[in-house]
T-cell receptor
């Protein structure tokens, strides 16, 4: 089983560039989310979606955009990369509130 | 809004010693509680969870956690740790009621780095 797949695993961007982090899951989960992980900060929620066509902001949404056109995919767009967006990004999916989240392997992004 | 506090950012221990990683949460409604483990350069994996029923939950690799509603805690324990337990551990909470999709979201603590030394 593939589970949650994130691409790319590593990325270096220049300030001002845009890019899309991909996330796909094959478990038919309604809920998908993006977190960023920074040292000493834990995981902070960027955006989430409770189903196709439905997205909402999390704790730290500024500078990021998302859409959910299918159940399987939940891409995260950086509109104009900034050094403050250097981080490790995790995508997660889950079913109802009673279940655990499944995480991808992460994308390590460096903005120079 | 819910929040999670992990009281120790780093816990160094010697191999075969017992360990406790502390987690406290706050929420105005009932909650589901989770412990995740992250090994170096990997994603997060579920270690154990409390949904309902028995307040003591166990994992397959010897960890256990006890839900204490009066103290709003969900501390993680292991009686004897191994070198391979070295990892970062995250406590997380989600709401037990659905308010506009709120029971989907996970709120994480800042993590506790467990380092097991020989």
């Amino acid at each position: 089983n593939a589970g949650v797949t994130q691409t790319p695993k590593f990325q270096v961007l220049k300030t001002g560039q845009s890019m899309t982090l991909q996330c796909a899951q094959d478990m038919n989960h309604e809920y998908m989310s993006w977190y960023r992980q920074d040292p000493g900060m834990g995981l902070r929620l960027i955006h989430y979606s409770v189903g196709a066509g439905i997205t909402d902001q999390g704790e730290v949404p500024n500078g990021y955009n998302v859409s959910r056109s299918t159940t399987e995919d939940f891409p995260l767009r950086l509109l104009s990369a900034a050094p403050s967006q250097t981080s490790v990004y995790f995508c997660a999916s889950k079913r109802t509130g009673r279940t655990e989240a499944f995480f991808g392997q992460g994308t390590r992004l460096t903005v120079v | 809004a819910q929040s999670v506090t992990q009281l120790d950012s780093q816990v160094p221990v010697f191999e075969e010693a017992p360990v406790e990683l502390r987690c406290n949460y706050s929420s105005s409604v009932s909650v589901y509680l989770f412990w995740y483990v992250q090994y170096p350069n990997q994603g997060l994996q579920l270690l154990l969870k409390y949904l309902s029923g028995s307040t003591l939950v166990e994992s397959i690799n010897g960890f256990e956690a006890e839900f204490n509603k009066s103290q709003t805690s969900f501390h993680l324990r292991k009686p004897s740790v191994h070198i391979s337990d070295t990892a970062e551990y995250f406590c997380a909470v989600s709401e037990g009621v659905n308010r506009g999709g709120s029971n989907y979201k996970l709120t994480f603590g800042k993590g506790t780095l467990l380092t097991v030394n020989p």
